[in-house]
Structure formats: structure tokens, C-alpha cells
């Protein structure tokens, strides 16, 4: 093969989960575009069952519903568990019960459509939690059912993307050389069109449409996700809220955190944590549990952590 060849290519792009989704399918595929397009129906699944936005999914009804041990599905279930499980590794630095305090900041409405989200549920201003419920819940695997405070409201923002990204992944278990890409986050296997690793440019947190940096990553599949407080902003600040003051973390600390590890659901959901705790705290943490990151701070300075060992941050201009 010449460096000019390159392999036969199907992409599918599509809106889900508030954002643009795309597969790319490197090689000759069998049905190609059916399992691409079947790949993205896993973001409308995952949004179905796990989002605050929409009054009829599964994690509406379960805030709603407040009496005691509740059964919901396989998928939410796992989706819960996992969540519950990465907040108790950070000591509550990712909170998937932060709702209440996401709905107060005025994330209160659907950024695909501008809807208005009710308080689910009604709240008694003075018993409601703004965070850490998820302390009190009680997830039992034997029934399959979860029991969450008196009203306690979830947001799974934080985990929900990275988790539609590995399922997405995981349906195409079969394909040697995809790439599924989620609002600027990533799950990635094999190689890229043109036979090479596949390369990701970090998006710049001030420069707009300008790149931080470039990651390639030496594994035959890995996930990048990035948290940044320039995406989703209200009159009160950015969406990434530090638990422990239920308020955006201040701007002094962190301006973005991507990292990168076998699974986006664990990405997603540390990228979340290390910027709450931010840069010491975040990057000791994330060395703990074995992946590698990139922080960009407030002033522009940047940090690498390369525990896992596989990647290649390059950044802007050639330095790495």
C-alpha cells in the first residue's frame, strides 16, 4: 500500500444527545451503512432512558416516583451503578445527583430544542439536596432497584455520552478500523482511512475553533473525552459544578481536562472529576486510576499525566 492509497470509508453523521454524533467505518464492511446508522441509535437509547431533558425517559420517572425501591431497566441500572461506583472512587468530585443544584444554576432547559425542563420533583426548598444524595441511595443487583433520597434529582451529563460511546463501540465489536465521535469526545480501534493511527485535535479552550493539541494514541482501541467550561454557560457560570459548594467551579482553576483510557464511560466520568478537584488533586487522581489526561489551566499553563503510558499530546506549534 502507498502512502497516498486509502481504504474504503463509510460515515455516518446524525444529531443525538444535544449534539453531532459520527461513525466512521474504515474498510470494506458488510451492510456498512445499516451498522453505522444502527451504531448512533445507541445515543437516542441511552438519552431515552437517562436524561433529566426529556419528561418521559425512565430516570424522569424514577425522580418522580418516590416510593422506596424502584425497578428499572438492565441499561439504567448499569448505567446508575457505574455512576454510583465512579463517585464513591472520587469521594463525590463526580455527583450524579447534582440536578437539583444544575436545575438552580439555570441548566434548566433542552440545548437541543430551548424546552424548559420542570423540577422533577416539586421541591421543598427546605429538605430537597443539591448534592450528594447519591451517598444515601441504595442500589441492590439482586433485584435490579434503586432507592433514592426524598427529592433527589439526577443528572447523568457527566457519564451518560461515554457511556452511549462504548456501547456504540461495543455493537460494532466486529469492525477492526472505527472511529465513533460524540460532540468532540471518542472511542476509536484499529487504524484511520489512510492506515494510520488515528489522530484527535483537542479543541482550544479560549481560541475559538483553535486546537489545543493533537493525541495519538499507541493502542489498538482507546476512548478521549473532555471536560471544559467553555461548552454549555448560564448567566451563572459554566455547567461543571464543584459538589462540595454546588456552584461552577471558580475560574481561577481549570479551563479544560481530556482524558484519555480504554473506556469513555471512565473517561467521561474522571475528565468530569479532575476538573472539580482541579489541577493537583485532578491529576493525582487520575494517575491513580491509571489513564492518561491533559489540563489546560486558567493562566494557559499545561499539564500531562501518562500513566497509562499510551499517549502522545502534542501540542499546538509542535511541542509535546
Known amino acids: ?28 464492511i458488510p451492510e456498512a ?27 424522569s420517572r424514577l425522580c418522580r416516583n418516590e416510593r422506596g425501591p424502584q425497578a428499572v431497566s438492565p441499561l439504567l441500572f448499569e448505567l446508575l451503578r457505574v ?18 443544584a444544575l436545575h438552580h444554576h439555570g441548566f434548566d432547559r433542552s440545548w437541543q430544542d430551548g424546552h424548559r425542563v420542570p423540577r422533577n420533583p416539586t421541591p421543598d426548598t427546605a429538605t430537597a439536596p443539591l448534592s450528594g444524595a447519591w451517598r444515601q441511595a441504595v442500589l441492590d443487583e439482586a433485584t435490579g432497584t434503586i432507592a433514592l433520597p426524598p427529592q433527589t434529582m439526577l443528572d447523568l451529563g457527566g457519564i451518560a455520552k461515554g457511556f452511549a460511546l462504548d456501547l456504540a463501540a461495543r455493537s ?9 465521535v460524540a460532540g468532540g469526545d471518542l472511542h476509536c480501534r484499529g487504524h484511520n482511512p489512510r492506515g494510520a493511527p488515528w489522530r484527535t485535535a483537542v479543541r482550544h479552550p479560549v481560541q ?16 478521549l473525552c473532555t471536560s471544559g467550561d467553555y461548552a ?15 456552584a461552577p467551579t471558580p475560574s481561577v482553576g481549570l479551563r479544560s481536562v481530556t482524558v484519555v483510557a480504554p473506556h469513555a464511560v471512565v473517561a467521561d466520568a474522571l475528565a468530569t472529576a479532575a476538573f472539580v478537584l482541579g489541577a493537583n488533586a485532578g491529576a493525582a487522581l487520575l494517575a491513580e486510576h491509571g489513564v492518561d489526561a491533559y489540563f489546560i489551566d486558567a493562566d494557559g499553563t499545561h499539564h500531562e499525566v501518562h500513566e497509562w503510558g499510551c499517549t502522545t499530546f502534542t501540542r499546538a506549534g509542535g511541542t509535546t
Not at 455512576?83 to 437539583?100: E, I
Not at 475559538?208 to 476512548?223: F, M
Open 208 to 223: 475559538q475553533d483553535g486546537a489545543a493539541c493533537v493525541v495519538e494514541v499507541a493502542a489498538e482501541e482507546y476512548a
Open 172 to 180: 460494532l465489536h466486529d469492525v477492526p478500523n472505527m472511529c465513533v
Open 33 to 59: 451503512a445499516a451498522r453505522a446508522a444502527q451504531a448512533v441509535e445507541w445515543f437516542r437509547v441511552v438519552e431515552a432512558h437517562g436524561s433529566r431533558f426529556l419528561g418521559d425517559s425512565e430516570v
Open 232 to 246: 454549555r454557560v448560564t448567566a451563572a457560570g459554566h455547567h461543571l459544578l464543584d459538589p462540595r459548594s454546588k
Open 83 to 100: 455512576a454510583w461506583a465512579v463517585a464513591a472512587a472520587t469521594d463525590g468530585a463526580f455527583d450524579p445527583t447534582l440536578g437539583r
Open 1 to 28: 500500500m502507498t502512502a497516498a492509497t486509502e481504504f474504503v470509508t463509510t460515515e455516518f453523521v446524525t444529531t443525538a444527545m444535544s449534539t453531532t454524533v459520527s461513525v466512521q467505518l474504515v474498510g470494506a
